[in-house]
């Protein structure tokens, strides 16, 4: 599976961006799909996911009523709306696919994920 990752940018806080995550293959609809962050010296961390039918989503504390994960398996694509953007959100973002098939869980670790996108720059400064 290839993830390409797309809608980075620089963006003055408060503002807002929308991430695309598009796959290739046959397995996107039957995964789970992740979004993770890693900033400058920092470990990369998971900011959101969905499970593979859409009914269930985690974020992140500190982006929880400010991000929002989505999904539209019949164009096998993951988005991530990033509202109310603040400077610590700055980081390379990337998408990532849960490496087991149907997962009643939806996975926090990076570990769980498989298949991994070349990333996207974010960066939040006025």
């Known amino acids: 599976v290839h993830l390409a990752e797309s809608g980075g940018g620089l963006v003055q806080p408060g503002g807002s961006l929308r991430?695309?995550?598009?796959a290739s293959g046959r397995t996107f609809s039957s995964s789970a799909m992740g979004w993770f962050r890693q900033a400058p010296g920092k470990e990369r961390e998971f900011v959101a996911g969905m499970d593979w039918s859409g009914s269930s989503t985690a974020y992140v504390h500190s982006v929880k009523g400010r991000f929002t994960v989505s999904r539209d398996n019949a164009k096998n694509t993951m988005y991530?709306?990033?509202d109310s953007l603040k400077p610590e959100d700055t980081a390379v973002y990337y998408c990532a696919k849960d490496k087991t098939l149907l997962r009643l869980a939806l996975p926090s670790k990076a570990d769980f994920y498989d298949s991994w996108g070349q990333g996207t720059q974010v960066t939040v400064s006025s």
């Open 19 to 22: 991430l695309s995550c598009a």
């Open 80 to 82: 991530l709306q990033m």
